[in-house]
């Protein structure tokens, strides 16, 4: 998987869907659980604009920032994760890629 996030695109992160990533930040597990494609009007690069939704557990809690995120097959990857609030089973993180 490319270290340049600028090329990545929601058809990358869609296979994944359900597989979990490593938060050394944690530390601890989280769980992509969605990926969603945003308005492609809003688009001022070269990709559709889109959003990953995360689970982890309720605590410890991240704080809004760049978090390492370590998977099997994408590898490492540094990007922006936002904690957008409990969901009964854990915590939800939002990334989003414009």
Request: hydrophobic fraction near 45%.
């Amino acid at each position: 998987m490319p270290d340049d996030l600028a090329i990545l695109t929601a058809e990358d992160f869609r296979p994944h869907v359900g597989t979990r990533f490593a938060v050394p930040a944690g530390p601890f597990e989280a769980e992509l659980i969605e990926v969603d494609e945003l308005d492609a009007a809003a688009a001022g690069g070269p990709r559709a604009p889109f959003s990953l939704i995360f689970r982890g557990p309720l605590e410890p809690l991240l704080p809004q920032a760049i978090q390492r995120l370590e998977h099997d097959e994408l590898g490492r990857l540094d990007v922006f994760l936002v904690p957008i609030g409990p969901d009964g089973p854990g915590m939800l993180y939002e990334a989003v890629f414009g």
